[in-house]
C-alpha cells in the first residue's frame, strides 16, 4: 500500500533534469526531460510528419547524440546491461560504435535480458538475416554483431542519421518504402490493418524513450514511465494509436 503510493508519488514528478544541458543540433530541446520534450529535441521534432503526409526524420548524426556515460548508464538504470558489456565492446569497436549506443538499445529491446524470446530473439530482438550467415545463433555475440550490423546498415543507407536508423530500428520508415501508401509513417499506421499485419505496432513514443529516455539514464520501463504522448501498450485496443 505504502509502496504503491510512493510510487505513485514518484510517477507524478514528471519531468527530471538528466544534467546534460540542451543539444544546441536539436529542436525543440529542453534541459529538463518531460512527457513530450528533452535534451535532444521534442517528441514533436523527432515525428516530424508523422501527423501530416508522413515521418520526414530530422537529422541528428550519432555523435551529435548527448547521453549519459556507458559507465553512468550501467551504474543506474542499464544495470542489468552490465554483464554483456564484453559484447557491447567487442561490436562497437568492430563496427566503429560507441556500445553506449549498443547497450541502450538492448535496454529498450530486451529489457538486456538474452534470453528474451520472440520471432527477433535475444538481447537485440533483430531478425535473422541481420545474422553472419543469415541464420540466429545462440551466441550473444552474433546476436550484438548482428544488431550492430543493422545499425551501422541504416547509418549508411541514411547519410549518417541517428534519428532515422534508431527509428529503423522499431520499424519505422520514410516516404518511398511502398508501406503505408509509399508515405513515410503516420500516426494512423500502426493500428491500421496493413500496420498490424506487419507484426507488432511501431512504437510513435520510441525515439523520445530512447533519445530523450535511456540515453539519459532515465527508467523509461518504471519510474519515468510518463516519458512519451503516446504511451502504447503495442495492443492497438482502448482506442490507442500503437
Ligand atoms: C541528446 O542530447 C544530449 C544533450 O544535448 C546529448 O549529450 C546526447 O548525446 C543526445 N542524444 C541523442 C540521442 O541525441
Ligand atoms: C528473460 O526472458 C525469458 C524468456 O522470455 C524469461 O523466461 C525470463 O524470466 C526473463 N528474465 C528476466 C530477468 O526477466
Ligand atoms: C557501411 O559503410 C562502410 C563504408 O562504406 C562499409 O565499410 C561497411 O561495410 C558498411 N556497413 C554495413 C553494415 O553495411
Do not use: R
Not at 503510493?5 to 533534469?17: I, Y
Not at 549518417?160 to 501508401?181: Q, R
Amino acid at each position: 500500500m505504502l509502496a504503491a503510493l510512493v510510487a505513485a508519488l514518484t510517477a507524478n514528478a514528471q519531468s527530471v533534469d538528466p544534467g546534460v544541458g540542451v543539444n544546441p543540433k536539436a529542436q525543440g530541446a529542453t534541459e529538463d526531460v518531460t512527457k513530450t520534450t528533452g535534451p535532444n529535441g521534442s517528441e514533436d521534432w523527432l515525428n516530424t510528419g508523422i501527423t501530416g503526409d508522413g515521418w520526414n526524420p530530422p537529422f541528428l548524426a550519432l555523435d551529435d547524440i548527448y547521453h549519459v556515460s556507458l559507465d553512468d548508464f550501467y551504474g543506474s538504470i542499464g544495470s542489468p546491461c552490465k554483464q554483456y558489456d564484453q559484447y557491447f565492446q567487442s561490436a562497437g569497436s568492430k563496427y566503429g560504435v560507441d556500445p553506449v549506443f549498443l547497450a541502450v538499445i538492448a535496454m529498450q529491446e530486451s529489457s538486456c535480458n538474452a534470453s528474451a524470446g520472440g520471432p527477433t530473439p535475444g538481447l537485440m530482438q533483430v531478425s535473422c538475416d541481420n545474422y553472419p550467415n543469415g541464420q540466429c545463433t545462440d551466441s550473444i555475440q552474433d546476436n550484438v554483431d548482428a544488431g550492430t550490423n543493422y545499425l551501422e546498415s541504416q547509418l549508411n543507407s541514411t547519410g549518417g542519421n541517428a534519428i532515422e536508423a534508431f527509428g529503423s530500428y522499431n520499424g519505422w520508415f520514410t516516404a518511398g518504402s511502398g508501406l503505408n501508401n509509399n508515405q513515410g509513417l503516420t500516426e494512423s499506421y500502426p493500428c491500421s490493418s496493413e500496420g498490424q499485419a506487419n507484426g507488432v505496432p511501431q512504437n510513435l513514443d520510441y525515439l523520445h524513450q530512447v533519445m530523450n529516455g535511456w540515453l539519459m539514464g532515465l527508467d523509461v520501463y518504471g519510474a519515468q514511465n510518463w516519458i512519451g504522448s503516446y504511451q502504447c501498450d503495442q495492443s492497438c485496443s482502448d482506442g490507442g494509436k500503437c
